[in-house]
């Protein structure tokens, strides 16, 4: 029997079943996430903690410092160091070299003092770009070249000169004027900051200054004496053999290390929902994210001009942790707020003493550039795993679901009869779902008076909730067959509708059926029908419909249903045919119905076939052209011949005429 459209139950596809079962797949998969999260942490970690132990013991980013040559002006100092060690008498000049020397040493410790604090290495993220820009300005260098280079004039003052030396200096007449000897000893650098190289040049004011001459002097001496003179060269790492020692480096790094130990093989594996790991991996980016932030915040405060960058720290834990986990674009923001509104106070604090207002706007609105692709990636991620999974479920729980339906189709069809045929009765049927499984159902049994009884049910619907009623009413049919075994086909089609009218009618499941029983010893046919198709009878060449005598079964009480019966005397060779409404209401592609008039006509043809069942049934599906749209159940029982009197009282009397119910 079809269901009517607005009967049809929908299980939307965010069920609390495909919830469940993604909550739980995510939260493996998150679990297993973690892990790996832990394991990219850890290795970042201790990459980072052995590039700053090869710095710091010289392996990695420390240069061999040149010394370099020493100006004229120190040269002349450090003879006048010499005659006053010796206890000389001073030359005209010595004071004043002395003095400008002393500055000149003073500036170059500004200088290197100035580098050192641009340069030093604050975090593992400093120390890998420290080792990048010194391995990508290494590789830039280009190959010295040896080009032939013209005679310098060489800047000499005499006033700094030994009294030897200077008569032996030749001053051409168009030699150019120079302003001053120290000016020669200026790095480049500090001639495009005058007032850094007035501050760090400036004499004492007793000391005058004559002009200086240029004298030409061979190739050599003149590119030693013409080059600015360089500072001992002071790396980015180097400064961490210098400021940090090792142990410091291993005990900064020892308790990250530890918290990501605790969280991957502790605290992952006591997790279970999805909820609880995304706490634990947001506790876990807290509690990292927090102690690189102290450490840098340390830094900023007490090392002057240290390129500390905790905003680039907390993008590269919110975007390492969204490559890894699973999580909606709200769940990454959860660790990263707190460490982000702890960036502000820094950076407000920083920006009332340094009066950088400008500054911190600019990086205030970049801030959700930086943090864009992580959340865009959160999203698109958590998408496709979504999709993904979805997918997934529906082809999971189809094979489930199809291997339990097969399995329901066997115990459904177990309760089924079995054909059988003897000298005096055939019974036969066919049956084909419209699915895996059906709600029509067949039940034959013979009693212990040699009576055969016949049940055929057709349940509301079809499908596996059909299937499952069939098997209610296959044990209520059981319990009132043992219990009641005189009853006839009214009764006990009268106590199945009471049954169906307290349960089942309240879960709007109702069912057409047929109960008949055939006497072989007389050929008597007792029936009663609720509300089902017709059952026709073939006898003689005639065709009888025999029409439903009331209700159908669960739709009225007790008292309207009634206890009406049919008796009728079955001849040698008659004919029934059963059937549900699958048999006519079945549509051929084009839409056209098979209908129960094209039925009545085929089962009134004259010459019969051999079995009812077999030809009615390829007969349907042939029509349908296998668009089955509803269960399918024809059935078949044939009188062969009466019992006759020899084999039940021993003589030869037949025994059509006794009880024959007419």
């Known amino acids: 029997m079809s269901e009517r459209s607005e009967d049809r139950i929908d299980v939307p596809l965010e069920s609390g079943a495909l919830r469940a079962e993604y909550e739980r797949e995510l939260g493996v998969w998150l679990r297993r996430r973690l892990g790996y999260l832990c394991i990219a942490y850890a290795i970042f970690q201790i990459l980072s903690v052995t590039a700053l132990l090869l710095v710091s013991s010289g392996v990695l980013g420390r240069e061999t410092p040149e010394e370099r040559p020493p100006t004229p002006i120190e040269r002349r100092a450090e003879r006048a160091e010499r005659r006053a060690d010796a206890g000389l008498a001073p030359l005209p000049g010595d004071q004043r070299a002395l003095a400008i020397a002393d500055e000149l040493r003073e500036r170059d410790e500004r200088r290197r003092q100035r580098e050192q604090g641009a340069k030093a290495v604050v975090s593992t993220l400093d120390a890998f770009s420290a080792i990048a820009r010194e391995f990508a300005s290494d590789f830039a260098k280009d190959p010295p070249r040896k080009v032939a280079q ?124 999805r909820a609880e790991l995304v706490g634990a991996a947001t506790r876990m980016i807290l509690i990292l994210g927090f102690m690189n932030f102290i450490f840098e915040t340390a830094l900023l405060l007490t090392v002057e001009g240290a390129p500390a960058t905790p905003l680039l720290s907390i993008f590269f834990w919110h975007f390492t942790a969204s490559l890894f986990l699973p999580w909606s674009w709200r769940e990454s923001l959860k660790p990263i707020a707190p460490l982000l509104a702890c960036w502000l106070l820094l950076s407000l604090g920083m920006a009332v003493k340094t009066n950088e207002w400008l500054w911190l706007g600019a990086r205030l609105l970049a801030i959700p550039a930086i943090f864009a692709p992580a959340l865009l990636l959160c999203f698109f991620r958590l998408q496709w795993h979504q999709n993904r999974f979805k997918t997934g479920f529906v082809g999971r729980r189809f094979l489930e679901m199809k291997r339990d339906v097969q399995q329901a189709r066997a115990v459904h069809e177990s309760l089924f ?178 209908g129960l008039e094209r039925l009545r006509d085929t089962i009134g043809r004259p010459v019969a076939p051999p079995k009812w069942t077999a030809f009615l049934m390829r007969l349907v599906e042939t029509f349908e052209a296998g668009l089955a749209e509803d269960d399918l159940l024809i059935a078949e029982v044939t009188l062969l011949k009466r019992v006759s009197v020899a084999s039940v009282t021993g003589d030869g009397e037949p025994m059509s005429l006794v009880g024959a119910g007419r």
């Open 150 to 273: 013209a005679p310098r004039m060489v800047p000499m003052d005499r006033w700094y000169l030994d009294e030897a030396q200077s008569s032996a200096v030749a001053t051409p007449a168009d030699a150019p004027i120079v302003s001053d000897a120290s000016d020669a000893t200026i790095d480049p650098e500090e001639r495009a900051n005058p007032s850094d190289l007035a501050r760090d040049t400036q004499a004492p004011a007793s000391i005058t200054r004559e002009s200086t001459l240029l004298q030409p002097t061979s190739t050599q001496d003149s590119t030693q004496v013409s080059e600015p003179p360089a500072a001992a060269p002071t790396t980015a790492i180097a400064t961490v053999a210098e400021e940090m020692p090792r142990w410091i480096l291993l005990a900064l790094s020892a308790p990250s290390l530890l918290v990501l130990a605790w969280f991957g093989l502790v605290v992952r594996r006591k997790l279970v929902t």
């Open 417 to 594: 009869p079995k054909p059988f045929s003897d000298e005096f009765l055939r019974f036969d049927f066919g049956y084909r779902p419209a699915t895996e499984i059906g709600g029509d159902f067949i039940h034959a049994w013979t009693g212990s008076d040699g009576k055969f009884h016949l049940a055929l049910i057709d349940v509301t619907g079809h499908g596996l909730a059909s299937a499952m009623s069939v098997a209610r009413i296959h044990g209520e049919i059981e319990r009132l067959r043992d219990e009641h075994p005189d009853d006839g086909p009214a009764k006990l089609l009268a106590r199945l509708n009471r049954y169906f009218h307290r349960l089942l009618a309240k879960h709007r499941l109702y069912a057409t059926g047929i109960l008949l029983t055939v006497d072989p010893r007389t050929g008597e046919l007792r029936y009663s029908n609720a509300g089902h198709p017709p059952m026709f009878l073939r006898s003689k060449g005639e065709l009888t419909e025999l029409p439903s005598t009331t209700f159908l079964l669960g739709a009225v009480d007790d008292a309207a249903f009634g206890e009406d019966e049919i008796v009728l005397q079955l001849e040698e060779r008659d004919t029934l045919i059963l059937f549900t409404d699958g048999a006519y209401d079945a549509k051929s592609p084009r839409g056209e119905r098979f």
